[in-house]
């Protein structure tokens, strides 16, 4: 027995042990972000295991449903929208839910309430479980700053005002990447313990990345700055190699790629959607929360995404997030657009 391997598994920076370290540099604290936290690791950790039985279990085949975004529900859909709102609920620190899945905000009842409101998507990417390809969970954290009876007032803010925000995927390993505003972490679920160990302190982005991430499938749809900038990613004037294009059609897959690797993904505005497909307050405020930590940018097409003031629970924006460099160069051609405008 190798009792020296035995000792090192023992001192392991457990999420939990993380986050009390956290914690512990705000002597006003409670605890309650830390309880919180917590039920979401819990819940990351059921669907983690839901989704590895999907197959056997049966619960690949469709729910029969369809969600507000008229997406057929997998019931892997409900199943985890389902853990997510009882962990969430059950914490005893939410006053407002809002899940990709529920049409309407859930609203905590009185003896349950806490001073968070948490925005999710529970299982992002679902119409990939059927060929195992990695889907995710992201979440994204804000704080009321009230008393009075919560409304959906009290999570349509700018993403900058977000407290923290993650995302766990489901892959060849269970990860789960979070920033509470000090750095983005990644930490690895260790299935023989149960538990998510830091294996990836203070990711940053590196500052220019050799990979696009974008559904070329849409491009006729495309506007100039779009079209012209998936361009020079693979034909290049100024004698640079060409970018490689890498889409798994999953978010968390393609943002944790980018996050790791460096980069560009791309969901930009098209004819089709002219406000784009992906949803602002639990899809591209937490990306952009991550990916602006990590050292990289986030923008709409039109201004910084954690600027944007969300009007509907549901609504949608275009999104250019990744490498700083790779994102100015966006920028740059929508800023010239507008001048010939």
């Known amino acids: 027995m190798d009792h020296e391997a035995d000792a090192y598994r023992t001192d392991l920076m457990t999420i939990t042990r993380f986050v009390l370290n956290e914690q512990s540099k705000y002597p006003e604290s409670?605890?309650?972000?830390?309880?919180?936290?917590?039920n979401i690791v819990l819940g990351c950790k059921f669907v983690c295991s839901a989704v590895n039985k999907a197959g056997l279990a049966k619960l690949i085949g469709l729910a029969g449903e369809t969600n507000i975004q008229g997406e057929e529900q997998k019931k892997l859909d409900v199943?985890?929208?389902?853990?997510?709102?009882?962990?969430?609920?059950?914490?005893?620190?939410?006053?407002?839910?809002?899940?990709?899945e529920d049409e309407e905000a859930t609203f905590v009842e009185s003896s349950k309430r806490g001073k968070y409101c948490v925005v999710f998507d529970p299982l992002d990417g679902s119409s990939?479980?059927?060929?195992g390809v990695s889907i995710g969970t992201i979440f994204g954290i804000y704080t009321m700053n009230h008393t009075d009876e919560p409304s959906t007032e009290d999570v349509l803010k700018p993403g900058n005002e977000m407290v923290a925000a993650g995302y766990c995927m489901y892959g060849s390993s269970c990860m789960l990447v979070l920033s509470t505003g000090t750095g983005v972490h990644g930490f690895t679920l260790d299935p023989s313990l149960g538990e998510f160990i830091l294996t990836h302190p203070?990711?940053?982005i590196p500052t220019k990345?050799?990979?696009?991430?974008?559904?070329?499938?849409?491009?006729?749809?495309?506007?100039?700055?779009?079209?012209?900038y998936v361009e020079n990613c693979k034909f290049p004037k100024d004698g640079s190699p060409a970018k490689s294009l890498r889409y798994v059609g999953s978010m968390v897959a393609d943002v944790h790629r980018?996050?790791?690797?460096?980069?560009i993904f791309l969901y930009p505005a098209d004819k089709k959607s002219p406000n784009g497909k992906l949803r602002v307050l639990y899809e591209v405020f937490p990306m952009s929360f991550l990916m602006?930590?990590?050292?990289?940018?986030?923008?709409?097409?039109?201004?910084?995404?954690?600027d944007l003031v969300p009007e509907k629970i549901h609504e949608r924006s275009p999104i250019f997030l990744g490498s700083?460099?790779?994102?100015?160069?966006?920028?740059?051609?929508?800023?010239?657009?507008e001048k010939k405008n």
Request: glycine share 10%; with cysteine; net charge negative.
């Open 128 to 131: 990939n479980i059927d060929c």
């Open 209 to 228: 990345g050799n990979i696009y991430s974008v559904n070329e499938g849409n491009a006729q749809n495309w506007d100039g700055p779009t079209t012209k």
């Open 30 to 38: 409670r605890g309650d972000f830390t309880i919180l936290l917590s």
């Open 258 to 263: 980018t996050l790791l690797y460096g980069g």
């Open 79 to 100: 199943l985890s929208n389902d853990v997510f709102v009882k962990a969430l609920v059950s914490s005893g620190r939410t006053s407002v839910l809002v899940s990709e």
């Open 292 to 306: 602006e930590q990590a050292g990289g940018q986030a923008f709409t097409g039109k201004q910084r995404a954690l």
């Open 324 to 337: 700083y460099d790779d994102v100015e160069e966006i920028k740059a051609l929508y800023a010239a657009e």
């Open 202 to 204: 203070d990711i940053k």
